[in-house]
């Protein structure tokens, strides 16, 4: 068994490659509720701010589950919460196409799906930390990172197209096989957390908290804007005269330039000027988010590709902080994190859906600029979290 100092390189490609796959598919019940929102507000009736809301729903279960879900991946094994993580995250999925005749159902079966979301989010950092050794780590979360806009890319491709030939809810049942497909796969797993970490406090992981928090808060406030964004494209460009299927193109072209970033941060090392770093991605993504408030079509386009690309890009290089700052639960940190971003994913779709209805996108877009701009600060004035990793 590969640990996190050296040793084989066959169980290492094996954790990153699902952790890879994880990334790809414990996000897909927003993904789809997002890339499809324009069918699924036509055949349910629902307004941009119900449609909102219904994402919204997804990441507040979310959050709650992943503010414990890290320290159940910790003690339970990355093998058995990977399998638990997939079998929740695909009956969400089966729930949503049964049931999501109804507003209620949708509501329901994303709920679930924000249980399984809680539960996957935390193990691709569990899976990397355990099997990966210390220098080939920074391209492995860059890797693990992309996996995200990865499957916001292949949705947005595929989606609108599949949308075309089949129902909304035939295109959740297949998504439902992609994910079910993680069950059948041989999973890497180091000992669980409390035979490995002997007589560790459950809290120590999180000891010191308060660098640990302002990373949460900044990734609260960036995934405010970046959920909005993936949530609310489709929709927005459409209201700008966009047809459907270019607008999923053109959120498609964003999560290529975010993987390159992300890729590019790995190879980088993503350790080096990494605070500096974070900080003026986040503060070029804010200028992104205002060329879309801008209202112009050409110019919201470009945005929506700086507010992706450079705005979301940097996140590789926080999961490899905080894998060295708490290595002893790599899940319950992770879990912690991501839980601000998850609570950031109800903020964001509730504040733009609300506005693009009641005001403008303009007013939206406007707001998200001010969620990253507050995020490049905190990481800037954050030095704690990088001295400590050093």
Not at 21 to 44: E, S
Not at 80 to 85: D, T
């Amino acid at each position: 068994m590969v640990t996190g100092t050296g040793g084989e390189t066959g169980p290492a490609r094996r954790a990153v490659t699902l952790a890879v796959l994880l990334g790809m598919t414990y996000m897909y019940p927003a993904y789809l509720a997002g890339t499809l929102g324009v069918a699924i507000r036509l055949d349910l009736g629902l307004d941009s701010a119900a449609l909102g809301l219904t994402i919204s729903v997804f990441y507040a279960v979310s959050a709650l589950s992943m503010s414990f879900g890290g320290r159940v991946a910790d003690r339970m094994g990355a093998r058995r919460a990977l399998r638990l993580a997939a079998g929740v995250t695909g009956a969400s999925l089966v729930g949503v196409a049964v049931s999501g005749g109804s507003w209620a159902g949708l509501l329901v079966s994303l709920a679930v799906g924000g249980v399984g979301s809680g539960l996957g989010g935390p193990i691709g950092a569990l899976l990397i930390v355990r099997n990966v050794r210390l220098s080939r780590r920074p391209m492995a979360f860059g890797i693990e990172r992309a996996s995200l806009p990865a499957s916001t890319l292949l949705a947005s491709l595929a989606l609108p197209l599949l949308a075309t030939i089949m129902h909304w809810r035939l295109v959740f049942l297949v998504g439902t096989v992609a994910v079910l497909v993680l069950m059948a796969l041989r999973v890497p797993d180091a000992p669980p957390l409390e035979r490995a970490g002997g007589a560790a406090r459950p809290r120590a992981a999180l000891t010191p908290l308060g660098p640990l928090l302002m990373i949460t808060v900044a990734f609260f406030l960036c995934a405010a804007a970046a959920n909005a964004l993936s949530g609310f494209f489709v929709d927005y460009g459409v209201t700008a005269g966009l047809s459907q299927s270019a607008a999923g193109t053109a959120l498609a072209v964003g999560s290529a330039v975010i993987i390159a970033v992300r890729l590019g941060l790995g190879l980088g090392r993503g350790r080096r000027h990494g605070r500096l770093t974070v900080a003026a991605l986040m503060a070029v993504g804010a200028c992104g988010f205002l060329l879309l408030a801008s209202g112009d079509r050409v110019l919201g386009l470009i945005g929506m590709l700086i507010a992706g690309g450079a705005g979301w890009g940097w996140t590789g290089v926080i999961a490899l902080v905080i894998a060295e700052a708490y290595p002893e639960g790599p899940g319950a940190a992770s879990g912690l994190v991501q839980a601000g971003g998850s609570a950031g994913g109800i903020v964001g779709p509730l504040a733009v859906g609300a506005a693009a209805q009641y005001s403008s996108y303009s007013l939206g877009w406007g707001l998200a600029a001010v969620f990253v701009a507050l995020a490049s600060v905190l990481v800037f004035v954050n030095r704690a979290a990088w001295k400590e990793t050093r």
